[in-house]
T-cell receptor, first 113, second 115 residues
Framework: NAGVTQTPKFQVLKTGQSMTLQCAQD?????MSWYRQDPGMGLRLIHY???????DQGEVPNGYNVSRSTTEDFPLRLLSAAPSQTSVYFC????????????FGQGTRLTVV | AQKITQTQPGMFVQEKEAVTLDCTYD???????LFWYKQPSSGEMIFLIY??????QNATEGRYSLNFQKARKSANLVISASQLGDSAMYFC????????????FGTGTSLTVIP
């Protein structure tokens, strides 16, 4: 029962470095999303996808890119990391059906120094 | 405007007592769902309970119930008979089914259960 798998769990980056957070789900969900969690701010939507080949911006998209070439995978790219991107990142997937919850990965704790 | 508002940053409850965590929401979509998640200190997000906007009855799942007051746009989580393991962060979320169908989360409430 893998569900939603995120890698890595922890990462330290230097300012200006780039990296990709990986997210994969095995539930054949059409919807996938990336959130960042910061103290006192809850979970904020970065980017989302409603199916392979379709992505859109959420509330806080600046500094992040996504792509969705397959149903299973939804990577999040940080092009040039900044200290303001220090956060915990969650990937989630869901079906479009009403009443169905979002399933979350374990999270990635990212520190940018 | 915030779609989900949780006004209690921190709450304390005595073990075995009931506690209510507040959540208000803002939407013009008549078709939406409200969700509660628990995040223990280990960090994972655990789904607790769901309420649909057209549901006539308040949702219940074991010790969790959702006090849904549609006119007030509130969806409070009630935890009965609190246990030490209930100490966690709790998030309220909304999904607007006709408007993007994405999940929007509140800022969370940190619940501490006192022995």
């Amino acid at each position: 029962n893998a569900g939603v798998t995120q890698t890595p769990k922890f990462q330290v980056l230097k300012t200006g470095q780039s990296m990709t957070l990986q997210c994969a789900q095995d539930m054949n969900h059409e919807y996938m999303s990336w959130y960042r969690q910061d103290p006192g701010m809850g979970l904020r939507l970065i980017h989302y996808s409603v199916g392979a080949g379709i992505t859109d911006q959420g509330e806080v998209p600046n500094g992040y890119n996504v792509s969705r070439s397959t149903t299973e995978d939804f990577p999040l790219r940080l092009l040039s990391a900044a200290p303001s991107q220090t956060s915990v990142y969650f990937c989630a997937s869901s079906s479009p059906d009403r009443g169905t919850e979002a399933f979350f990965g374990q999270g990635t704790r990212l520190t940018v120094v | 405007a915030q779609k989900i508002t949780q006004t209690q940053p921190g709450m304390f409850v005595q073990e075995k007592e009931a506690v209510t965590l507040d959540c208000t929401y803002d939407t013009s979509d008549p078709s939406y769902g409200l969700f509660w998640y628990k995040q223990p200190s280990s960090g994972e997000m655990i789904f607790l309970i769901y309420q649909g906007s057209y549901d006539q009855q308040n949702a219940t799942e074991g010790r969790y119930s959702l006090n849904f007051q549609k006119a007030r746009k509130s969806a409070n989580l009630v935890i009965s008979a609190s246990q030490l393991g209930d100490s966690a962060m709790y998030f309220c979320a909304m999904r607007e089914f006709n408007t993007g169908n994405q999940f929007y989360f509140g800022t969370g409430t940190s619940l501490t259960v006192i022995p």
